[in-house]
T-cell receptor, first 114, second 114 residues
Framework: GENVEQHPSTLSVQEGDSAVIKCTYS??????FPWYKQELGKGPQLIID?????GEKKDQRIAVTLNKTAKHFSLHITETQPEDSAVYFCAASWDSGSARQLTFGSGTQLTVLP | EAQVTQNPRYLITVTGKKLTVTCSQN?????MSWYRQDPGLGLRQIYY???????DKGDVPEGYKVSRKEKRNFPLILESPSPNQTSLYFC?????????????FGSGTQLSVL
């Protein structure tokens, strides 16, 4: 099955700096890579996703890049703000023909220091 | 408001005492799933369902049961809870088919088994 590794497990940045979280996956058949943000006391929420036919995707201050050859993808947050503090999960999945099953990374606790 | 509702939010029980965590969604989603979240392990899938009366095992199904008698409800049953099932549990749902693969998560159930 798929295995997703996520680094770092914790990340502290100064407000206004950039943050980068990296993930690697094992199954070359994976073709969908979402990122979820979990705020304290809440369930994860999708913030951005990318498919394997695209190398980069941006949405305001967040961007995701994908390197299929190396089997890794990254989340980039620019101009970080205190409200970006949360746990971030990457995930990978492939279309099994029935329904996609996501395999999640172990999570990154991001703290933005004021 | 579109949402996934889990109950209870917090539950403390003792080894061997059967319990049920309820999950309900109001978005007419075909797909529903249960995850457990443990430190350093991320989100691991327990069971999922693609429609009424259709359920299947995820990555960590041992010790759990589910049922899908109605489209909106997907309860998680622990027939004989053990301390290693102490965890944070999330129910999630989404539509099947189409380009939107966003998973909607509930707010979580923190379970402690003594």
């Amino acid at each position: 099955g798929e295995n997703v590794e996520q680094h770092p497990s914790t990340l502290s940045v100064q407000e206004g700096d950039s943050a980068v979280i990296k993930c690697t996956y094992s199954d070359s058949a994976s073709n969908y890579f979402p990122w979820y943000k979990q705020e304290l006391g809440k369930g994860p929420q999708l913030i951005i996703d990318i498919r394997s036919n695209v190398g980069e995707k941006k949405d305001q201050r967040i961007a995701v890049t994908l390197n299929k050859t190396a089997k890794h993808f990254s989340l980039h947050i620019t101009e970080t703000q205190p409200e970006d503090s949360a746990v971030y999960f990457c995930a990978a999945s492939w279309d099994s023909g029935s329904a996609r099953q996501l395999t999640f990374g172990s999570g990154t606790q991001l703290t933005v220091l004021p | 408001e579109a949402q996934v509702t889990q109950n209870p939010r917090y539950l403390i029980t003792v080894t061997g005492k059967k319990l049920t965590v309820t999950c309900s969604q109001n978005m007419n989603h075909e797909y529903m799933s249960w995850y457990r979240q443990d430190p350093g392990l991320g989100l691991r899938q327990i069971y999922y369902s693609m429609n009424v009366e259709v359920t299947d095992k995820g990555d960590v199904p041992e010790g759990y049961k589910v049922s899908r008698k109605e489209k909106r409800n997907f309860p998680l049953i622990l027939e004989s809870p053990s301390p290693n099932q102490t965890s944070l549990y999330f129910c999630a749902s989404r539509h099947l088919g189409g380009a939107n693969e966003k998973l909607f998560f509930g707010s979580g159930t923190q379970l402690s088994v003594l």
